[in-house]
């Protein structure tokens, strides 16, 4: 079973390898070790909105009727956080997602979430991996049974109730990237009373022919119409919609970690807690949080490291800089579609440029970017193991102040910036982080990082 193999969000490959039999593989383990922890009843099955998505969960309901489980389908292809809240909302035994999320349309991908809708931790996965077997043969007459229902109507409702956001006079555009947003997002920031200009909301398995991922290189009509004062405010999900991309007037393309830090001081003026960040995740957070005189926790990379630091602290919010944060009271997963009328609400209150423009003045100004490297898998551990040995005393002209290796290798420098290589738990690619004052040092580190691990793939 050396294919399969779950990473930091699920396990995700191209097409060739994504086959029916190995996706029955995934449900047979899934029965195995829910069976294991004693759970019974109800799973739920979700899938997103790739050309075979619906098929493979089809799969997997099979494989989990016949080991005795009822399977809850959606009545159609649906956002992850809408299945993982379903899974806590009604007390199911847990879920199974298809989704690649932001990855290019010739990938797929299964996801598994627990009963309590976080994400698996490390644990979960490495169980499930170890029960990975061909399923008996299955003769669903004689064992569970499917049953199809709107999960959407029902997480809207509660998102509405959860937020209590009054978009009235908000013009929001959103771009869906012809993911499981569309029909989703838009309806809830419409149901709180905004004007919503669509974007790619129409189905599109191919995604246009590129990667359900919003970024700022991806959103580009998104950006032209709100910076040409279409909107207010722009919002775009990846293809499963746990997590978002915020586009301004001023800014255009959003930083997420200063979207993370304004959402978190828009939280923190009727709430207390800390906040959990990755270790990729900017700075500006710690700055905000010890403003209020709350704490920051640093985490691994990948929302399962996020989730259990949120449970462990009581934190209001979890975050990381890819765009993808929780918050404390409705579901501990990342969640693009309830961020999404969070960063609304925010913006109703006080626009989101004047937000960002006031914590920059207040904590001083951070910039941040990243760049991947091609690394195939095999070759991530020993390029991290190699780079060990290769660590420079100075990087870009600046000592080195210290290496923290919680997530591959973040340095610290004697200027306050930092760099930070580590692998990609999704792709075969290992990632350069830096975070600087400007963004020409921001390039400079970059240079300078990818310079140090490019010799050693």
């Known amino acids: ?118 994400p698996a931790p490390a644990a979960v996965t490495d169980a499930i991996e170890a029960n990975l077997a061909e399923p008996d043969p299955i003769d669903e007459s004689e064992f569970g049974s499917v049953r199809e229902a709107d999960l959407v109507g029902p997480y809207v409702d509660h998102a509405l109730a959860f937020v209590a956001a009054d978009l009235d006079g908000l013009t929001v555009a959103y771009d869906a990237m012809h993911g499981s ?44 119409r709100v910076q040409a004062g279409e909107a207010d405010l722009g919002i775009a999900n990846d293809g499963d919609a746990d997590r978002i991309g915020v586009v301004t007037p001023d800014r255009g393309f959003l930083d997420p970690s200063l979207f993370f830090a304004a959402v978190y001081d828009f939280l923190l003026g009727g709430h207390e807690g800390p906040a959990v960040r990755t270790v990729s995740t900017s700075s500006i957070v710690d700055r905000v949080a010890e403003s209020h005189d709350e704490l920051v926790f640093e985490t691994p990379v990948g929302f399962k490291y996020v989730a259990e630091a949120m449970a462990d602290n009581g934190a209001l919010m979890g975050g990381e800089e890819s765009g993808g944060f929780g918050v404390r009271g409705h579901v501990r997963n990342k969640d693009g579609v309830l961020v999404a009328l969070l960063a609304a609400a925010a913006t109703v209150d006080r626009h989101m440029d004047e937000r960002v423009d006031a914590l920059e003045a207040e904590h001083g100004e951070i910039h941040q970017d990243r760049v991947s490297v091609d690394c195939p898998d095999e070759r991530k551990e020993p390029v991290i193991t190699d780079l060990d040995g290769a660590l420079p005393e100075e990087i870009a002209g600046t000592a080195v102040e210290r290496v923290n290796d919680v997530d591959g290798f973040k340095i610290f420098l004697d200027d306050g910036s930092w760099l930070l290589v580590r692998p990609s738990g999704t792709e075969p690619k290992l990632r350069v982080y830096a975070e600087a004052t400007s963004a020409d040092r921001v390039a400079d580190l970059l240079t300078a990082g990818r310079g140090l691990v490019e010799p050693l793939v």
């Open 181 to 224: 947003g569309r029909g989703v997002t838009d309806r809830l920031l419409e149901a709180a009373g905004a004007e919503v200009e669509r974007l790619r909301c129409d189905t599109d398995p191919e995604f246009g022919g590129d990667s359900p991922e919003p970024s700022a290189e991806r959103l580009g009509d998104l950006i032209d």
């Open 1 to 118: 079973m050396d294919e399969i193999a779950f990473g930091t969000d699920g396990w995700r490959a191209t097409l060739e390898t994504f086959t029916d039999r190995r996706v029955r593989i995934v449900g047979q383990a899934v029965a195995t070790h829910l069976r294991e922890e004693g759970r019974t009843g109800t799973v739920a099955v979700g899938y997103d909105a790739r050309e075979h998505s619906r098929g493979f969960a089809e799969e997997l309901a099979r494989v989990l009727c016949a080991n005795g489980f009822d399977v809850l389908l959606p009545d159609r292809d649906c956002p992850t956080p809408v299945v993982a809240w379903t899974v806590r909302d009604r007390g199911l035994a847990g879920a199974l997602q298809i989704t690649a999320s932001h990855n290019p349309p010739e990938y797929n991908g299964v996801k598994f979430i627990p009963e309590d809708g976080s």
